[in-house]
């Protein structure tokens, strides 16, 4: 597998002909995940399995806190339900 010519932009940084889609997965996913469009995240998408993707989020230290976030309520990794402190009633009751 390659990266398409058309993601090639998300890879500026890199000889795409030493770069091993396979060997290189996560490294590929959290470039991605990170700075990639909604054209590059299908392609992600259709490449690796949603396992590999979820992995990624759930262990990556490359990813921004906001990417993770955002990765991690689209991935199915953790709810949304009780995090915040700040509802009503969470904290003391009146």
Do not use: C
């Not at 597998?1 to 993601?7: A, D, K, N, S």
């Not at 996560?26 to 995940?33: A, K, P, S």
């Not at 469009?37 to 921004?64: H, I, K, M, T």
């Amino acid at each position: 597998m390659h990266i398409p010519q058309e993601l090639e932009r998300f890879f500026w940084d890199v000889d795409l002909k030493q770069l091993d889609t396979e060997r290189n997965q996560r490294f590929v996913i959290e470039r991605i995940l990170e700075k990639g469009d909604d054209e590059a995240v299908r392609w992600l998408r259709a490449q690796y399995p949603e396992g590999a993707l979820r992995g990624v989020v759930s262990e990556s230290r490359r990813l921004s806190p906001k990417s993770r976030n955002y990765w991690g309520l689209t991935l199915h990794l953790w709810s949304t339900s009780n995090q915040s402190p700040k509802t009503p009633g969470a904290i003391w009751q009146h």
